[in-house]
């Protein structure tokens, strides 16, 4: 299985161009710039006519206006993840989101906690810490992250 990811667009995905084939096409979040939801329309609109098999998002912490909203209407082959999974393939996908109220609280602790054992590929919005997360001389992954 081919994957194709993508992430953090904020806003400028309809620039991309001559994407890659690909069997599933990934974005882990950060599709909007501010987090309205004019720029979420938007997004799933260009996301749903990808040419791809199957899609697969999640929200990161710039898409806070999808924050505990349900998502109708996508197509069968288009996966919102917001701590749930898809499979696809007998591949078992899992999307944890990034949403800041979770990320000051315990919730996404918990959220982390959740995520099944037989998971084949997990969709975060951070990295696991030490796993290409360094800038400005800080690690901005999560450790929790990294015992999983």
Same mark, same amino acid.
């Given at each position: 299985?081919?994957?194709?990811?993508?992430? #953090?667009?904020?806003?400028?995905?309809?620039?991309?161009?001559?994407?890659?084939?690909?069997? +599933? !096409? !990934?974005?882990?979040?950060?599709?909007? *710039? +501010?987090?309205?939801? $004019?720029?979420?329309? #938007?997004?799933?609109?260009?996301?749903?006519?990808?040419?791809?098999?199957?899609?697969?998002?999640?929200?990161?912490?710039?898409?806070?206006?999808?924050?505990?909203?349900?998502?109708?209407?996508? #197509?069968?082959? +288009?996966? =919102?993840?917001?701590?749930?999974? !898809?499979?696809?393939?007998?591949?078992?996908? =899992?999307?944890?989101? *990034?949403?800041?109220?979770?990320?000051?609280?315990?919730? $996404?602790?918990?959220? =982390?906690? *959740?995520?099944?054992?037989?998971?084949? !590929?997990?969709?975060?919005?951070?990295?696991?810490?030490?796993?290409?997360?360094? #800038?400005?001389?800080?690690?901005?992954?999560?450790?929790?992250?990294?015992?999983?």
């Amino acid at each position: 299985m081919k994957i194709l990811h993508l992430s #953090d667009t904020h806003g400028c995905h309809r620039r991309l161009r001559d994407l890659p084939e690909a069997d +599933v !096409v !990934v974005h882990s979040g950060d599709f909007c *710039m +501010v987090g309205t939801e $004019q720029e979420a329309i #938007d997004f799933l609109n260009w996301f749903c006519d990808l040419p791809y098999r199957h899609k697969i998002f999640i929200c990161g912490n710039h898409d806070d206006c999808l924050y505990g909203a349900g998502i109708d209407g996508l #197509d069968n082959n +288009v996966h =919102y993840l917001s701590n749930t999974g !898809v499979e696809i393939d007998g591949i078992k996908f =899992y999307g944890v989101p *990034m949403f800041m109220r979770d990320c000051i609280t315990d919730r $996404q602790t918990r959220n =982390y906690a *959740m995520i099944p054992s037989d998971t084949n !590929v997990l969709i975060t919005h951070s990295p696991a810490y030490g796993i290409l997360d360094f #800038d400005d001389d800080i690690n901005y992954g999560s450790e929790e992250i990294l015992a999983i």
